[in-house]
């Protein structure tokens, strides 16, 4: 059991929260007990894992995807207000970690698409250091495509030609298709993001380098994971996983 002010203190400074500029407030989001023994970890704060952390009675949901984004308008109404109306009934905390979980070395969804997926980072780039480049075993796109599909049990959308050959890689989890013109000036064959948009499709043919949609939600859960495991080593704690079948 911990204080729920000491994990969020612990957690600040192992994600290093300070040094990323994000949409979202990072850590403690709705407040609820003092004390966590039980913890339940899911991609994104939907109503469906609430309900699940009631069921389970947990005292705290960890999400990569919480609430109180930048851009949303800032009332709480409407489902948001059901959402939050729960966790307040029911005296549950609910912490997120948007940028810096994406980014840590160790825990990160990155590095952890990294360990599924078999690449190995060399160096991180783009806003905020957010990407990785790295490399993978030489293999031709399809097979890297099939891969991938039994790694994240999604089938990834590829654009690029099945022949080509695979080996210099870029990743970034989730909706981080707006870095593939940075993936294409670091020469590499093949950009594996979450998400694609419609001018992908002719830039991954004209460049010759590869665009792979893996899924939003796919490639990002095994930061949520990896973090709430960390907690359970660091302070003991009892950990549940609670996924949705989100196609993005």
Same mark, same amino acid.
């Given at each position: 059991m911990v204080q729920i002010n000491k994990l969020i203190d612990y957690s600040a400074q192992f994600l290093n929260v300070g040094a990323f500029r994000d949409y979202c407030p990072n850590g403690l989001q709705v407040e609820g007990r003092k004390e966590i023994q039980k913890v339940i970890a899911g991609v994104s704060a939907s109503k469906a894992l609430i309900e699940e952390a009631i069921k389970q009675d947990a005292d705290l949901i960890l999400v990569h995807h919480g609430y109180f984004w930048k851009n949303e308008e800032a009332v709480i109404t409407g489902m948001k207000r059901?959402?939050?109306?729960? *966790?307040?009934?029911?005296?549950?905390?609910?912490?997120? /970690?948007?940028?810096?979980?994406?980014?840590?070395?160790? &825990? +990160?969804?990155?590095?952890? *698409?990294?360990?599924?997926?078999?690449?190995?980072?060399? /160096?991180?780039?783009?806003?905020?250091?957010?990407?990785? &480049? +790295?490399?993978?075993?030489?293999?031709?796109?399809?097979v890297l495509g099939n891969r991938i599909e039994l790694a994240l049990a999604r089938k990834p959308l590829v654009i690029g030609n099945p022949n080509q050959n695979i080996s210099k890689v870029a990743w970034c989890t989730g909706g981080a298709q707006g870095y593939f013109s940075e993936a294409i000036k670091q020469g590499v064959d093949a950009f594996v993001t979450g998400e694609i948009s419609e001018q992908m499709v002719d830039m991954a043919h004209e460049s010759g380098v590869a665009f792979i949609s893996a899924g939003h939600y796919a490639t990002e859960k095994y930061g949520v994971a990896a973090l709430a495991k960390h907690w359970e080593a660091q302070f003991n704690l009892s950990i549940n996983l609670f996924y949705t079948d989100n196609p993005v």
């Open positions: 059901e959402r939050i109306r729960l *966790l307040l009934a029911h005296n549950i905390n609910l912490v997120a /970690y948007h940028l810096p979980l994406d980014a840590h070395p160790d &825990v +990160g969804n990155n590095a952890m *698409l990294a360990k599924q997926l078999g690449f190995t980072t060399q /160096y991180t780039c783009a806003e905020q250091n957010i990407m990785h &480049v +790295g490399a993978c075993e030489l293999q031709r796109l399809d």
